[in-house]
């Protein structure tokens, strides 16, 4: 955890802001390992209600839930990446197809494909999409909004593996960038390849993975941090972000209007939203009831999640979210998923660059 962007974005207790509460920002208690300019480990807290938020591996997990977090996924932070590959792989054989070592492999091996494989010395050349789809996306996001002044302050929230606030610090040179994601072990891959070097699992089919590690020297590191937080918890004052980054994050939260509420609290006015979703709708991750199309198709809007959304960012429509404006879109952007050597994933994305009032 960097102290610059701890100083600046001044995290909230998110138990006190969901309680309607206006806590002060939270204080670092303990570090038992730092250097200068940074938290390796730590604990941080709350004043007012008196939660605690762990540091480890320089990554602060700032959420309303840490316990359930923690007794879920804890173990993704815990995990080593510097087995020997023919041990990593007998233990995956062992645990075996749909366990949840293979899960946190499967999602590994894909966003770590895409945020990195470019910069892998041993990726294959020839790939027919080549790694990258989140950063084309957000090329085409950041040309949308067009942005006449350069935020202080930038949010990449579910940023995954991490690529991509690397390059929005690029298009950014003033600006402090913040990942977020609740994905403990990605949140933890982007934290290190922040440190100069990049190891995930790279699945070619089946339980085969290669592990791959290499260095890696990206553009405006020392202005990047990465936090696991929960997007519709933000921890930040409101008005504080001059642009927020939801890439594919929308289809993936149990809410996504409160998602839409969150970042138009966060961002200040006049800023910027940039919006990726390729409507791909599961109850894993949002109950029926919450998805924006993909049902009712005897409503108006015949089950389509376009119409819901604009209804949404319609200041005239009611019900819709305050404060936010479609700028500009593109209805069908391309996205690809890699799953292994054999099968890829592709998606139309619609990609909507909004304004907050």
């Known amino acids: 955890m960097r102290l610059s962007h701890f100083a600046a974005f001044a995290p909230r207790c998110p138990v006190c ?152 610090a690029a298009a950014h040179p003033g600006a402090l960038v913040l990942g977020i994601d609740r994905h403990l072990g990605l949140i933890r891959m982007a934290a290190a390849a922040a440190r100069g070097r990049v190891s995930y699992p790279r699945r070619r089919i089946g339980l085969v993975y290669d592990r791959r590690r290499f260095d890696v020297a990206l553009p405006g590191t020392e202005r990047v941090d990465f ?17 927020a980054v939801a890439l594919n994050l929308l289809d993936c939260v149990p809410d996504p209007r409160r998602l839409l509420e969150s970042l138009a609290a966060a961002v200040t006015p006049g800023g910027g939203i940039l919006l990726a979703t390729p409507y791909d709708w599961s109850t894993r991750a949002t109950p029926v009831e919450a998805w924006l199309g993909g049902h009712s198709q005897r409503a108006a809007h ?24 479609c700028h500009a879109e593109d209805t069908h952007w391309p996205w690809q998923t890699r799953l292994h050597d054999r099968s890829l994933v592709r998606y139309r994305t619609h990609l909507l660059a909004l304004t907050r009032d």
């Open 302 to 325: 015949r089950g389509a999640g376009e119409a819901i959304l604009h209804a949404l960012l319609d200041p005239a429509a009611p019900n819709s979210v305050p404060g936010l404006r």
């Open 227 to 243: 936090w696991a937080c929960d997007a519709l918890a933000l921890p930040v004052a409101p008005g504080a972000i001059g642009l």
């Open 17 to 168: 802001v969901g309680a309607g509460r206006q806590p002060d920002p939270l204080v670092l208690a303990s570090a038992a390992a730092r250097d200068d300019g940074a938290i390796h480990e730590g604990i941080l807290h709350c004043p007012l209600c008196q939660h605690e938020y762990p540091v480890l591996d320089g990554v602060p997990v700032i959420v309303p839930d840490l316990r359930r977090l923690i007794a879920e996924r804890g173990l993704e932070l815990l995990l080593r990446d510097d087995l020997d590959p023919a041990l990593e792989s007998l233990f995956g054989d062992a645990m075996g197809p749909e366990s949840w070592f293979d899960a946190v492999r499967q999602t590994q091996s894909g966003y770590g494909w895409d945020a990195y494989a470019d910069l892998d010395p041993e990726e294959p050349p020839g790939e027919d999409p080549p790694p990258g789809a989140a950063r084309r996306c957000l090329a085409r996001l950041l040309a949308l909004l067009a942005q006449a002044h350069s935020p202080d302050l930038v949010l990449d929230a579910g940023c995954a593996a991490g690529r991509t606030s690397f390059d929005l």
